[in-house]
C-alpha cells in the first residue's frame, strides 16, 4: 500500500484573491507564506512546511485538488504504479510547478476526485510560539478533508481496502442489512484525514482546519460578527457526536465550506474498533442534538479534473432517503 502519512493541503479555485485574502488572512488568521500573480499559499501557525491551503485566481469556483503527504519519494513511483495498474487517470507534477513544493503525482481517484501524492516541501519558520502574529481563529493545521460520494460503500472499499486506511466511526442506515452513509477515515491517529458522505457527487463538503481550543472557535465568531461576515457563519458554534469535536462551519467568499475543529481524539491504539451511530440519531452531527441545514446535504463544492479540462460530471447518490431530523 501507498505510506500515506496525512492529508496534507487543498487548493481551491476562487474568484477574487483580494476577497479571499481578506477573509482567510486577515479575519481567520491564516498565515500567508507567498502571494503570486494568481495565487496565495496559506498555512497554519504550526506548520513547518510551506502552505497547507492554495487559493487560486479562476473563472468558476471549484476543488483543484487535495493532497496526501507520504513517506518517500519512492512511494510517489509506488503510486503511480498502483493507479496505473488500475487503469487510473495520472499526472505528473514538476518540482516549483506548486510553488514551495517538490515533485508530486496527481491522480483521479475512483470516485472523481483530483488527489495529490507529494513528499518534499520547502521547510518554513513554525510561528506556535509567535502569539504576536496571532489573529482571528488562530488556525494551527490542516486536519481533514470531507467528500460527498454517491457510493459511500465504495468509497469505504477504496480508502479502507486499496489505501489502507482505518476507520474511526460510521453511520448506517436503519435496514434489516444496514449501509453505510458515512465514514470517518484516518491515517495520522486522531479521527479522520478523510470523511465520505453520501451524496451527489463528487464534489467536495468540506476542509476542516485545526484549532487549540473551543475559545478559538467563539473567538472566531466574534471576529466574523464584528468584520461583516455574520452570514458566512453556516453552522455552529457546536460539539459533534460523531469525532466529539467542537466545531465551527463557514462559507467563504466563493461559497467553499471551511470548518474550524478541535477536540476530537486519539486513534493510534492497533485494537481501535469503529463506532457505528444511526443515521437517524440526531446526535450524530450535533451532539447537543439540534439539526443540521438543509444546505448541509445539498451544497458543496464542484471539482476540476485533473487535465484541467473542465468540471466532474455529479452522479446522484445510491442512498436517496434522508436523515429523520433534517430541517
Known amino acids: 500500500m501507498i505510506n500515506i502519512i496525512r492529508a496534507a493541503h487543498a ?16 479575519v481567520l488568521g491564516f498565515h500567508l507564506e507567498q502571494e503570486t500573480a494568481d495565487a496565495l499559499y496559506l498555512r497554519g501557525l504550526e506548520e513547518r512546511i510551506h502552505h497547507s491551503l492554495v487559493l487560486r485566481r479562476a473563472a468558476v469556483p471549484a476543488l483543484g485538488h487535495l493532497s496526501f503527504r507520504v513517506a518517500t519519494p519512492e512511494d510517489l513511483e509506488h503510486a503511480f504504479r498502483f493507479y496505473s495498474a488500475r487503469g487510473l487517470p495520472t499526472r505528473w507534477v514538476a518540482a516549483g510547478e506548486e510553488a514551495g513544493q517538490g515533485r508530486a503525482l496527481r491522480v483521479q481517484d475512483p470516485m472523481g476526485f483530483p488527489m495529490e501524492y507529494y513528499c518534499e516541501m520547502d521547510a518554513a519558520e513554525r510561528l506556535l510560539q509567535r502569539f504576536d502574529l496571532y489573529r ?24 479502507a481496502g486499496e489505501l489502507g486506511f482505518r476507520c474511526s466511526e460510521y453511520t448506517a442506515t436503519e435496514e ?3 449501509r453505510v452513509w458515512a465514514a470517518w477515515l484516518f491515517r495520522k491517529p486522531n479521527v479522520h484525514d478523510v470523511a465520505l458522505m453520501n451524496g451527489k457527487g463528487p464534489r467536495l463538503h468540506h476542509l476542516g482546519f485545526w484549532v487549540t481550543d473551543a475559545l478559538s472557535v467563539l473567538r472566531a465568531c466574534d471576529v466574523l460578527a464584528a468584520s461583516g461576515y455574520h452570514a458566512s457563519i453556516e453552522r455552529g458554534p457546536g460539539r459533534h457526536g460523531i469525532s466529539n469535536a467542537f466545531f465551527l462551519y463557514l462559507r467563504d467568499p466563493d461559497g467553499h465550506r471551511i470548518e474550524l475543529f478541535t477536540g476530537d481524539y486519539l486513534t493510534a491504539d492497533p485494537d481501535l474498533k469503529p463506532i457505528c ?34 468540471l466532474m460530471e455529479l452522479q446522484p447518490p445510491l442512498l436517496l432517503e434522508r436523515p429523520e431530523h433534517v430541517t
Open 176 to 178: 434489516a442489512e444496514p
Open 277 to 310: 451511530w444511526s443515521i437517524n440519531d440526531p446526535r450524530r452531527q450535533t451532539f447537543w442534538g439540534h439539526a443540521a441545514p438543509a444546505a448541509w446535504f445539498e451544497e458543496a463544492s464542484l471539482v476540476e479534473r485533473i487535465d484541467g479540462s473542465g
Open 11 to 26: 487548493e481551491l479555485k476562487v474568484r477574487d484573491l483580494g476577497a479571499s485574502r481578506h477573509f482567510y488572512v486577515d
Open 136 to 159: 482571528g481563529a488562530q488556525v494551527m493545521r490542516m486536519d481533514h478533508f470531507n467528500l460527498f460520494v454517491p457510493n459511500c460503500q465504495a468509497g469505504y472499499d477504496w480508502y
